[in-house]
């Protein structure tokens, strides 16, 4: 059992270049999240999905952009990479969009480093 | 605003013994949800403790126990016996609903050095 996996873990790319995250689960989960990771911010929220085909902005949607035409992909793209976009990004999935004792799940991450 | 706020940036603990990472809290919103998160070198982040606005008692798993003092709007996370494994990232956060999903802000984390 897989569950949420994140691919590449770690990439490099240069300024103004297209970069996309992917991220897979396999628990069929409805919701799915991006996360960004940063020094003195905790995480802070990317784009959110509720479904396939079914998506809206978090906190800090602006350079990002994503799609869900899968239940189990959410892949998050960087359509010109900037250097501010340095971080580390991580996949939730939930079965349910009231996080309580139904918890989201987080993948191992994907560390971007933006030249 | 709707703020968490985690004022030590680093904690050491012996070996055994107990240690208390504090987070404080800021909403207006009646109901809510104050989780622990752990995130040892590796990355993942692991999901430690969840306690409702409205849930009356402290929530415990194991180890680990939520001190809630709502008035002084507190989540502390408690660690009882504290083992080299401990060490690693602390992320406090809260939920807040929304229409279609939870709002969950993080905050900035404690970093935890268990020593031998």
């Known amino acids: 059992d897989a569950g949420i996996t994140q691919s590449p873990r770690y990439k490099i790319t240069e300024t103004g270049r297209q970069v996309t995250l992917m991220c897979h689960q396999t628990?069929?989960?409805?919701?799915m999240f991006w996360y960004r990771q940063d020094l003195g911010h905790g995480l802070r929220l990317i784009y959110y999905s509720a479904a396939a085909d079914i998506t809206d902005k978090g906190e800090v949607p602006d350079g990002y952009v994503v799609s869900r035409s899968k239940t189990e992909n959410f892949p998050l793209t960087l359509e010109s990479a900037t250097r501010s976009q340095t971080s580390v990004y991580f996949c939730?999935?939930?079965?349910?969009?009231?996080?309580?004792?139904?918890?989201?799940?987080f993948g191992p991450g994907t560390r971007l480093l933006v030249l | 605003a709707q703020k968490i706020t985690q004022t030590q940036p680093g904690m050491f603990v012996q070996e055994k013994e107990a240690v208390t990472l504090d987070c404080t809290y800021d909403t207006s919103d009646p109901s809510y949800g104050l989780f622990w998160y752990k995130q040892p070198s590796s990355g993942e982040m692991i999901f430690l403790i969840y306690?409702?606005?409205?849930?009356?008692q402290n929530a415990t798993e194991g180890r680990y126990s939520l001190n809630f003092q709502k008035a002084r709007k507190s989540a502390n996370l408690v660690i009882s016996a504290s083992q080299l494994g401990d060490s690693a990232m602390y992320f406090c956060?809260?939920?807040?609903?929304?229409?279609?999903?939870?709002?969950?802000?993080f905050g900035p984390g404690t970093s935890l050095s268990v020593i031998p």
């Open positions: 628990w069929s989960h409805s919701y």
């Open positions: 306690q409702g606005s409205y849930d009356q």
């Open positions: 939730a999935s939930s079965e349910s969009p009231r996080a309580g004792v139904e918890t989201q799940y």
């Open positions: 956060a809260m939920s807040l609903p929304r229409t279609s999903y939870d709002k969950v802000i």
